[in-house]
């Protein structure tokens, strides 16, 4: 057996699979994260811990597995965060997560020096606050006694196997989520922490993804009620991860959409895709010598989990099903409602960490329904901005699978395809995605497959959404409003105060 973890932005999930990675049941344990004025988004390495830990141990108790039967156990991690610690691997501050955009001015340093074009090249993404190096930069100005404590840098998937083995490393996909990584040769990038004035020191040594990193240590097995000696393997980001368990391991598989906290459009490649307007990145995969073209907004699901958060707060786990529902037939876009799902600043398509969330064209008569529907449509309108750019390069995007846990709405399934244009699939896995693809990247490490195509047998396609092709033209109007709105809004964004800076 394997034990996988998918240590994501809301909680762990730890899942349980067979030697070949089919998937046999999970625990989910939650933390909480801090958001604030000003772009903070920050959260405590220990509450990762805490709940990997607990999850294991619920995992093995409710299925009854012998510790001594777990052949590995492999971590599927958010990306482009920052774990600061000291020499003796200890954290010096919070976790500054994904979503904090406090950095810009470091950010608009490492332009000016290095040039935001010459950097999309050399590391196939635009320099954003959003990236781990530039929040490291932020710590070194704004925090000078902690900085000076730090040792090492990592992210949040790397902490986990340090905490289970006692060894600091990382894969190329998370690497690939630094800003720091130069993606041609597959090494830190001396130009990029040259202009940081960072020392490359900081960062942790880069091992393939299927590495037998080392085994879980006498203390980690009194924690989680793993075995001591348990093999350990390094595992990957969570981006790259999901697209393994959405059997995209090759550019015949498709496209596929992750419906989680942020929420993306993204494809495998032999090479990365470098758009000249650049919107889109590129992450490299799990798989060797592959590569994925992810384009990402910051709000996807977070948007959903806002209102619902706005309109039911406290409610109690039915309270999606029944906004959502309500949703089904209420008019958003088509009675001039729109919603602008930037609430955490943007990346994919603008790269704006001053962008905020807006409704637009609200009036007296709208009301709950119509809400929920705006934001449901305002995401789906993000990604086809998003959708359009890959097109426009000549990936193919005529179908997508939706994987996460956005992906249990038939409601929003439906938008996404009316509004794409395109059939939307979901597949049986939708919220162990992550975790499938470290299952499956532990079973490829372990020798227990030939390769990564197991995954495309691992899950199927449980129902599909088609477009309507009148829908789709109205959607596709009105996406031209959508943005227009974006346009006429992005200088106030910038002047309004209180923003990400």
Known sequence: MLIAHDLGTTGDKASLHSDTGALIGSVTLTYPTRFAPGGVAEQDPQ????????????????????????????????????????????????????????????????????????????????????????????????????????????????????????????????????????????????????????????????????????????????????RAGTTVLMGGGDGPLAAVGAGVVSPADGAYCYLGSSSWVSLAATAPLHDPAMRTMTFDHVVPGHFVPTATMQAGGASLEWIADVLEPGGDGARFARLVGAARTADAAADGLYFL???????????????????????????????????????????????????????????????????????WLQILADVWGCPVRRRSIVEEANSLGAAVTAAVGLGLVDDFGVARELSEVTAEFAPDPGRHADYRERHGVFLDAYRRLEPWFARRGGGAR
Not at 190 to 217: K, N, W, Y
């Open 47 to 226: 509450d990762w811990w805490t709940a990997l830990a607990g999850a294991t141990r619920a995992l093995l108790t409710r299925h009854e597995v012998d510790p001594a039967a777990v052949r590995g156990v492999a971590i599927s991690g958010q990306m482009m965060g920052a774990v600061l610690l000291d020499a003796a691997h200890r954290p010096v501050r919070p976790a500054i997560i994904w979503a904090d955009t406090r950095s810009t001015e470091q950010c608009e340093a490492l332009v000016e020096r290095i040039g935001a074009a010459e950097a999309y090249r050399l590391l196939g993404h635009r320099l954003n606050p959003t990236y781990s190096i530039t929040k490291v930069m932020w710590v070194r100005d704004r925090e000078p006694a902690v900085f000076a404590a730090t040792r090492y840098v990592c992210l949040a998937k790397d902490y986990a196997v340090l905490r289970l083995t006692g060894r600091l490393g990382t894969d190329p996909s998370d690497a690939s989520s630094t800003n720091a990584y130069d993606q041609e040769r597959g090494t830190w990038s001396e130009t990029v922490l040259g202009a940081a004035g960072l020392d490359p020191g900081l960062l942790p040594e880069i091992v393939p993804s299927t590495t037998v990193v080392g085994t879980v240590t006498a203390a980690a097995a009194e924690a989680t009620g793993l």
């Open 341 to 411: 799902p930037h609430l955490l600043g943007e990346r994919s398509p603008y790269w704006n960490p001053d962008a905020a969330g807006a409704f637009v064209g609200i009036r007296r008569h709208h009301d709950r329904a119509e809400l929920t529907r705006a934001v449901l449509e305002g995401v789906a309108f993000n990604l086809l901005t998003c959708v359009d750019a890959f097109r426009e390069h000549g990936a193919a995007v005529d179908r997508v699978d939706a994987i996460g846990g956005g992906a249990a709405s038939d409601v």
